[in-house]
C-alpha cells in the first residue's frame, strides 16, 4: 500500500492543503519543508487523533477559531479515509504514533503569588503496571501428577521468569490443550512414557525412537516445542516437547493465575528492556533519565531530569529510541504510521547515525512480525544529511512539502542532462554555461542537444536568461530555480575573480574547478572575501549533475524563499552589476 495524499483543514498554520506524496511501508519517508512551513502542524494532525474521532486542542484549531473544523484524510491506493470530528476512518486502518521531543513549560507558584517557570521535559507513560502474580507450578506436583517416569519432566521454575516463554507461547491458544482429542492423544503418550524403565535419559532416547511423531501430531506442544528449541530455552527436542507439555498443564489447571503471571513476566521483562535501553545511552555521570513507578496512577513511566540537567542532544535521541521500542511492546497487528517530529534537530553525527540505526532497527522487527509501518520523518534538513548513514540501504523516500513544479526549469534540467550524459559538449558546458568565464563559447547547430532551445548554444545567451531570471525572482515574479542557483554561481564566481590582482592569479582561478574551490583559492592568496559569498554556498554549491527522478526545483525553491537567503542574493547581485 503506498500512500498518495495527505490533506489538512483547520488545523494550527493549515488552513486547507493537499500535499502529494509517496510514502512507502518499509521506508524512511522524508518530508522536508522548511521551518515555518507547517511540519508540526501536520504532526498535530496526526497526534490529535484518537481512535474515534479527531480530538483537537482548542489552541490547534487554526487562528484558535473553534468554529473552523479540523479535518485530516490520506489517501492509500486510491482510498480516501478521513478523521474528523464525527468520525476516523483512518484509525479503524491504522495504528498512528507521532514522536517529538516532550517539551512542555511548567510554571510554579511560590510564596506571596510570585510565579517562576521552567522548561520540562514530559515523561513517557510506558505501560500500566499489572498485579504481582506467579504460576502455581511445583517441579515435585509436576513430576507427581505425570506419573511413575515424572522424572522426565524437567524442572522449568527458571523458565517461567524467562522471556523467552513470552516468545514460546505467542499466538498459540493453550485453552485447546483441554479439548478431548488433544488430551485423548496427551494421554496415551504419557501412558506409553510411563511404561518404560530405565534412566530419564533412556526413557528420552526410547520416546525419540517410538513417540517423536505422536508428539509432533499435537499442534499446541509441536509448536511451543520448535519455538523453545529455536531460542535455545531447551536442549533438545524431547525437552521441548515435556517442557511444553508442562506450560500447557499449568494453563490447564487455572487459566486465570496463569494469564495474571504472564502479565507479570511481560511487565518485568519491559522494564528490563527499558532500563538496559537508556542505560546503553547513558553518557553523563550528573542527571539522566529514569525507569520509574508511579504508586498513584500505577504505571510504568520514563522520567526526564529538568531540561537544563540534559543536553538536547541527549533528550532527543533518547525521546526517540524509547518511544520507538514503546510501539514494538504495544504489539498491534494494525499497519502503523510512525510520525517522527524533528526530534533530531539537535543530534551531533554519532546521535544522528543511532538515529538512524533505531529506525531501521524497528523497520526491520516489523518486517520480521510481518507487521506493516510507514516511518514518517518531518524535517527541515537536507536529505543528503542521511544519505551516508544506514538510509541508504532501505532507498529513502524523498517528499518536498514545498513542492514546485519544474515549469520554466525544464531547459535547465535538459541542459545539466546534456553536461552529464553527452560527451562531445561536456567539456564546453562545464567551463562556459556553468561557471563564469571571461571568454565566450559557441557550440555549432550540429553538436547542440535538439531538446535546448537553440540561441543557448552562444554561451552569453544563456547567461542573459539566467541573469534575467534572478532579476524575475528578486522582483517576486514567476522565476526558474535553478537558472537562479546559476546565475548566483556566476556572479559571486565573477565578483571573486575581480578580487584578484594578477593576470596569473586570474588564469589560475579560471583553470579551477567547482566554485567552492575557486573561493578557496582566492583565499588563500590573502585576499577577504566577504562572508556572504560563503554563505551562499547553500545555493551555488547545489549538485547539478544529473540523477534521473530527482527533483532538482523543490528543494532549491524552498532555501530561495527565505527571506534571508533573499537579501544575500540581492546584495551579491547589486555588487555584480557594479563590477559590469
Not at 486542542?57 to 487554526?62: G, I, M, R, T, W
Not at 513542492?403 to 552529464?420: E, N, P, V
Not at 565573477?494 to 574551490?517: A, G, M, P, Q, V
Request: charged share 25%; glycine share 4%; with cysteine.
Amino acid at each position: 500500500m503506498t500512500i498518495s495524499q495527505i490533506e489538512i483543514r483547520n488545523i494550527k498554520g493549515i488552513l486547507n492543503e493537499c500535499f502529494k506524496v509517496q510514502l512507502k511501508a518499509y521506508k524512511p519517508n522524508l518530508l522536508v519543508a522548511p521551518n515555518g512551513f507547517g511540519k508540526s502542524s501536520v504532526a498535530t494532525a496526526f497526534s490529535s487523533m484518537n481512535t474515534q474521532r479527531m480530538d483537537l486542542a482548542d489552541k490547534d484549531h487554526h487562528k484558535e477559531d473553534l468554529k473552523l473544523e479540523p479535518e485530516l484524510s490520506i489517501t492509500v491506493d486510491t482510498n480516501k479515509l478521513t478523521a474528523d470530528k464525527t468520525k476516523n476512518e483512518i484509525r479503524k486502518q491504522f495504528d498512528v504514533l507521532v514522536v517529538n521531543s516532550g517539551l512542555t513549560p511548567k510554571a510554579k507558584k511560590h510564596f506571596k503569588g510570585a510565579v517562576s517557570s521552567t522548561i520540562e521535559v514530559k515523561p513517557i507513560t510506558i505501560c500500566k503496571i499489572p498485579t504481582k502474580a506467579e504460576f502455581s507450578y511445583k517441579p515435585t506436583d509436576a513430576k507427581t501428577s505425570f506419573g511413575q517416569n515424572g522424572k522426565i519432566l524437567h524442572n522449568i521454575s527458571d523458565l517461567l521468569k524467562d522471556s523467552r516463554l513470552l516468545d514460546a507461547i505467542q499466538g498459540v491458544d493453550l485453552s485447546k490443550f483441554t479439548q478431548v482429542r488433544i488430551q485423548t492423544a496427551v494421554q496415551a503418550i504419557v501412558e506409553k512414557v510411563n511404561q518404560q524403565n530405565g534412566s530419564a535419559a533412556v526413557i528420552s532416547q526410547w520416546i525419540l525412537d517410538n513417540c517423536i511423531q505422536e508428539l509432533r501430531a499435537v499442534p499446541i506442544l509441536n509448536s511451543i516445542s520448535e519455538r523453545l528449541v529455536q531460542y535455545g530455552a531447551v536442549d533438545s527436542e524431547i525437552e521441548g516437547f515435556f517442557t511444553a507439555y508442562q506450560i500447557a498443564s499449568i494453563h490447564a489447571a487455572d487459566p486465570k493465575i496463569f494469564s495474571a503471571a504472564t502479565d507479570w513476566l511481560y511487565y518485568v521483562t519491559v522494564k528490563a528492556h527499558y532500563q538496559d535501553l537508556l542505560t546503553n545511552f547513558k553518557s553523563s555521570t550528573w542527571q539522566w533519565a529514569k525507569v520509574e513507578e508511579t504508586k498513584k496512577k500505577k504505571e510504568l513511566v520514563i522520567n526526564f531530569p529538568k531540561a537544563h540537567q540534559l543536553s538536547n542532544g541527549q533528550r532527543d535521541i533518547i525521546t526517540l529510541v524509547v518511544q520507538l521500542h514503546k510501539t514494538l511492546y504495544e504489539g498491534s497487528k494494525k499497519p502503523l504510521i510512525l510520525v517522527i517530529d524533528e526530534v533530531f534537530d539537535y543530534l551531533d553525527d554519532a546521535n544522528l547515525v543511532a538515529f538512524q540505526y533505531y529506525v531501521t532497527s524497528i523497520i526491520e522487527e516489523y518486517k520480521a512480525r510481518n507487521q506493516v509501518i510507514y516511518p514518517i520523518i518531518l524535517t527541515h534538513l537536507d536529505p543528503g544529511v542521511f544519505f551516508d548513514f544506514c538510509f541508504n540501504k532501505h532507498k529513502i523516500q524523498i517528499n518536498y512539502l514545498h513542492s514546485k513544479k519544474i515549469g520554466k526549469s525544464q531547459d535547465a534540467l535538459h541542459l545539466i542532462k546534456a553536461r552529464d550524459t553527452q560527451a562531445g559538449v561536456k567539456d564546453r558546458l562545464e567551463v562556459y554555461w556553468f561557471h563564469f568565464h571571461t571568454g565566450q563559447c559557441e557550440i555549432p547547430e550540429n553538436d547542440w542537444p535538439t531538446n535546448l532551445p537553440k540561441n543557448w548554444r552562444r554561451s552569453e545567451v544563456f547567461h542573459e536568461y539566467i541573469l534575467n531570471e534572478l532579476n524575475r525572482y528578486l522582483q517576486h515574479k514567476n522565476y526558474d530555480p535553478i537558472a537562479v542557483c546559476f546565475a548566483v554561481r556566476v556572479a559571486v564566481e565573477r565578483l571573486s575573480y575581480e578580487l584578484l590582482t594578477t593576470d596569473e592569479k586570474r588564469s589560475e582561478f579560471l583553470d579551477t574547478k567547482k566554485t567552492k574551490n575557486k573561493m578557496e583559492f582566492v583565499a588563500s592568496t590573502g585576499i577577504d572575501i566577504p562572508e556572504s559569498y560563503f554563505l551562499l554556498g547553500l545555493i551555488y554549491n547545489t549538485n547539478l549533475h544529473w540523477s534521473q527522478g530527482r527533483d532538482y526545483v523543490s528543494p532549491l525553491s524552498s532555501k530561495l524563499s527565505h527571506p534571508t537567503i533573499k537579501r544575500l542574493i540581492e546584495q551579491v547581485a547589486i555588487d555584480n552589476q557594479g563590477e559590469q
